[in-house]
């Protein structure tokens, strides 16, 4: 089965295919643990102002977003996590996201002082039969 017309123009839209990096944080969680609800709302908001802001949403150089009901790490959040490298990091408030925005998203320098851990993803590790519609843009 084909893709419809909408999902190839949220491909496009979203940059899927010219994906550098993935942060996942965890935000709106339905039972906060690691943070309350509120603080991981507003490092999520701060997250996608500050991507949108510095062109990294569309383009060339893309940085995808999720947000994450929880990462099941469940202390010092709010957490995030980056791929392809899997640096995990703790205490996401506006200002350490600032700090892995401009060092590990923008420098490709993962941010030591938050890092808790590290389980980069390995491409000889994938999936071989994983198959792919070649007639997406």
């Known amino acids: 089965m084909d ?3 909408e999902l190839r123009a949220n491909i496009e839209q ?5 994906i550098g990096r993935h942060i996942f944080l965890c935000a709106d969680q339905t039972e906060p643990k690691c943070a309350p609800v509120e603080r991981t709302l507003a490092a999520w908001e701060h997250l996608k102002r ?4 510095l062109g990294l949403t569309s383009g060339d150089r893309v940085v995808y977003r999720t947000k994450a009901n929880c990462l099941r790490l469940c202390a010092d959040g709010p957490i995030a996590v980056v ?3 899997g640096i995990w990091y703790h205490s996401c408030d506006p200002p350490v996201l600032d700090r892995i925005i401009e060092e590990h998203l923008l420098g490709g320098t993962p941010v030591a002082d938050y890092t808790v851990a590290a389980n980069p993803l390995d491409p000889a590790s994938r999936l071989s039969s994983v198959r792919v519609n070649r007639t997406l843009p």
């Open 3 to 5: 893709p419809s017309d």
């Open 14 to 18: 979203y940059g899927v295919g010219r």
């Open 50 to 53: 500050r991507l949108t802001e």
């Open 83 to 85: 791929y392809p490298e």
